[in-house]
């Protein structure tokens, strides 16, 4: 199965590396698109440039081109870090889950704009309960 991880910001890939290392593990491609700004464009990132050839990492400028990408790919599923822009349209077969960066309950968990995904991941009891 083709999966593939948008980290939109660098801060969400400790949440997303242990997830990526056992989808591969179970012999799943996995994909994964860091939007870097020019600047950082070759900011080295061993945890995911060490991961094999199942894993293929690609660095991209802006949200509109890892939605690009995400398309060309036509995932199976697609984690996403935070919201998904309604405007960038998914492959239709497609399915979303949110693995949410960071620890605590925060306010913007309960978003309803999060209610798209087909599958959020929370951290805690307390915040499913509140969900």
């Known amino acids: ?3 593939v991880f948008f980290a ?25 698109i860091v939007r870097l ?22 660095r991209v400028e802006n ?5 690009v990408e995400i398309r060309r790919i036509s995932p199976a599923w697609a984690v996403f870090g935070s919201f998904v822009d309604p405007a960038e349209k998914l492959p239709a077969d497609t399915k979303t889950a949110l693995v949410y960066h960071g620890i605590g309950v925060k306010n913007v968990l ?3 704009r999060l209610d798209v995904f087909d599958l959020r ?11």
Not at 63 to 67: K, S, V, Y
């Open 1 to 3: 199965m083709r999966i």
């Open 8 to 32: 939109e910001q660098l801060y969400y890939l400790p949440q997303f590396t242990p997830v990526i290392r056992e989808l591969l593990a179970r012999g799943h491609a996995v994909f994964t």
């Open 37 to 58: 700004d020019k600047a950082l464009r070759d900011t080295p990132l061993p945890e995911l440039e060490s991961l094999g050839l199942a894993h293929q990492l690609k």
């Open 63 to 67: 949200n509109a081109d890892a939605h």
């Open 110 to 112: 309960f978003d309803p």
């Open 121 to 131: 991941c929370v951290e805690s009891e307390r915040v499913f309960d509140g969900l």
